[in-house]
């Protein structure tokens, strides 16, 4: 390895690969509410980074503000060193929204929902080519969703549902995968099959970022992880950002014992929280 790479340099002459993802110094607010303060985070191409913290921490939020679907008070989101408009426009960011945000009643076919991920691929018309069907056939075969492809999407399990979300992603082509909470309830036959597609997906070069509240399935679905309390608190490899001593800074001090709830202030953040910057100090120092 040259000494410019190893420093994560680019070489004399060439300039530097533009992180995958990159949010600088993002804050939102619904109203009064402080979701995300000023924060930070920069992922590099082709890793799996899962996304952890409480309840309310702001982590729909920031896939929200990653996709471009809410404007920031302050700071920016680049896509490959571009606004997200663009990766949006250009079908490389794939979404798995959390169940909530879904209008699952929606008189969508699963294959609808799948063929949604070709409409950066489509003219005006919209009209699919064979190619963009054999796109959305594959994919719903990646899922193992071929057999419920005319279903409305609504009337598939939570499991299916993701997949199907999944599957979007893939039709598309997205480089960037954003995965909220895939894993909530679902059963481990699906678990295993997302797993197996992002691993997968990350070998071939897809960057993704997952929330999930699943902290024992974090080491082997991840190479790196992310603490979010409003900021970044950490970013590291899995087993250290799971560190009992890290995961209460996040969780609360008892999260692992005794009841950890604690006192929140009008803002969301627990006591104190908000204001510590513990782990900025080794954000970034990802020798993994
Ligand atoms: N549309 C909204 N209007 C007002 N407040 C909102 C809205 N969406 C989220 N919030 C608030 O913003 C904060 C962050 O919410 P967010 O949904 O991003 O958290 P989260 O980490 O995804 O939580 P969860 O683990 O429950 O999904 C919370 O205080 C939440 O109540
Ligand atoms: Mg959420």
Redesign the pocket.
């Known amino acids: 390895m040259s000494t410019h790479a190893a420093r994560g340099q680019a070489p004399l002459g060439q300039s530097a690969p533009q992180p995958a993802i990159q949010v600088e110094g993002v804050t939102v607010h ?2 009064e ?4 303060d000023s924060a930070s985070l920069s992922l590099d191409h082709a890793r799996i980074c899962g996304l952890i ?10 896939f ?1 503000a990653i996709m471009g679907m809410i404007r920031p008070d302050a700071g920016r989101v680049l896509i490959n060193g571009a606004p997200p408009a663009k990766a949006r426009k250009e079908g490389g960011i794939g979404y798995v929204p ?1 169940s ?1 945000d879904v209008d699952w009643q929606f008189p969508l076919s699963v294959r609808d929902v799948v063929m949604m991920g070709r409409y950066g691929h489509q003219g005006f018309t919209r009209r699919p080519s064979k190619a963009d069907r054999a796109a959305v056939d594959e994919a719903l075969d990646r899922v193992e969703l071929s057999q419920f492809a005319g279903r409305q999407i609504g009337q598939l399990s939570g499991g299916q549902k993701k997949r199907a979300f999944v599957a979007r992603g893939i039709a598309q082509g997205a480089t960037i995968m954003l995965l ?2 895939p894993f909530a309830g679902v059963d481990k036959r699906s678990e295993a099959t997302i797993t197996r597609l992002l691993r997968e997906l990350a070998a071939d070069g897809c960057t993704i970022l997952i ?1 999930t ?1 699943d902290l024992h399935a974090l080491p082997q679905l991840c190479d790196e992880a992310v603490l ?1 309390m409003h900021k970044v608190l950490m970013h590291g490899a899995p087993d250290v950002v799971l560190q009992p001593e890290n995961l209460a800074m996040a969780f609360g001090l008892d999260v692992l014992n005794r009841d950890g709830a604690g006192e929140r202030d009008g803002a ?1 953040h627990r006591d104190g929280a908000g204001d510590r910057q513990p782990a900025q100090a080794i954000d970034h120092e990802r020798g993994i």
């Open positions: 619904y109203g509410v402080l979701a995300l913290g409480m309840n309310g921490s702001g982590k729909s939020t920031l929200k959390q909530e909220d909470e929330s509240h979010l969301g």
